[in-house]
């Protein structure tokens, strides 16, 4: 529990830049961007179940699909504050949890950072219902068992930046493939669409809402983890 809770050394700063320009590799060109965005779908739909468990709605069921779209299903009032924080908190869940993760980095917590990875993502998959969602929850969380287990602590801080800047890169993006989306193609039943009749507010701006969380956690944490 001490070395869990312990702090460890910070990478030096060119191994913080090496581990930023990976993730912005994983995040820009398209071929990459459909498989590792299977992890920002984890981590939206994680947040949704998250959410809706904190707000006391009962959380039924999460599917991730191969397409990288997903699925959480909760029971509760239709309406209400609880309804609107577990639809806003999608979009929202993956540069959130980078930016706590930027947090926790900066105060060299790189082994508590693991393994809280690893613990919420275990408890995700007791809620996942689909043999895909299972697949790549246990992928995923194998890969950061692994890592905290079995590999020494310079090994575990490049993995814990490398992630940490895909969450915050990663969570940006998802917006703005929503706002083409809902321009070309239309999407009624997105995250945005969904807070908009929740809440009379129109979409548009709750799509803003997400642009405006992701851009400034991706500017706070990345301050945090470049140490400026």
């Known amino acids: 529990m001490a070395d869990v809770l312990g702090t460890q ?124 969602g299972i697949f790549t929850v246990l992928l995923t969380g194998g890969v950061f068992l692994l890592v905290s287990w079995f590999t020494g602590p310079d090994v575990q801080s490049v993995f814990a930046y490398a992630v940490v800047w895909f969450l915050l890169l990663g969570g940006v993006r998802p917006a703005f493939e929503l706002q083409a989306k809902r321009r070309h193609e239309g999407a009624g039943d997105s995250d945005a669409d969904q807070l908009g009749r929740l809440t009379h507010v129109p979409p548009v701006l709750w799509l803003l809402f997400f642009h405006a969380v992701s851009i400034c956690s991706l500017i706070g944490g990345g301050r945090w983890l470049l140490g400026v």
């Open 9 to 132: 050394s910070a990478p030096e700063q060119w191994i913080v830049i090496v581990t930023a320009v990976a993730a912005l590799a994983a995040v820009l060109p398209r071929p990459l961007w459909r498989l590792s965005r299977n992890a920002i779908t984890i981590a939206h739909e994680g947040g949704h179940g998250l959410i809706a468990l904190l707000s006391g709605r009962r959380l039924q069921s999460i599917r991730l699909h191969s397409d990288t779209s997903g699925l959480t299903v909760s029971r509760g009032r239709p309406t209400g504050l609880g309804m609107i924080l577990t639809a806003a908190a999608g979009y929202t869940a993956a540069p959130l949890l980078g930016l706590g993760g930027a947090a926790l980095l900066s105060t060299h917590h790189i082994t508590l950072l693991l393994w809280l990875a690893t613990a919420l993502l275990v408890a995700l998959l007791l809620m996942v219902r689909n043999a895909y």
